[in-house]
């Protein structure tokens, strides 16, 4: 388990999303949130659901790019007021 996680929680993932890690980066500024993203992604194996919530807006451009370019899943992703939350799956292979 990824141990950034403190009492922040994420919103329920929709149901066909199985969680298997979570990273809370609540507070850090860009480019932190999509880096422990990626070190936490890097930590899994293939097929596994990772969520994420942080609170930097430049997070929404960021994780659509990162799961283009990295060939990862980004299965969901939600706003609301300040938080923005993520649900990527690690690429197979």
């Known amino acids: 388990m990824v141990s950034e996680t403190v009492s922040e929680t994420l919103p329920q993932a929709p149901s066909e999303i199985e969680v298997d890690e979570s990273l809370d980066a609540v507070g850090l500024a860009c480019p932190l949130p999509?880096?422990?993203?990626k070190q936490a992604l890097n930590k899994m194996t293939a097929g596994q659901v990772l969520s994420v919530i942080c609170t930097d807006p430049g997070s929404v451009r960021d994780f659509q790019v990162f799961a283009s370019q990295s060939g990862h899943i980004l299965l969901r992703s939600a706003s609301d007021a300040d938080r923005y939350y993520?649900?990527?799956?690690k690429k197979a292979g």
């Open 34 to 37: 999509l880096l422990k993203a």
């Open 86 to 89: 993520y649900w990527l799956q």
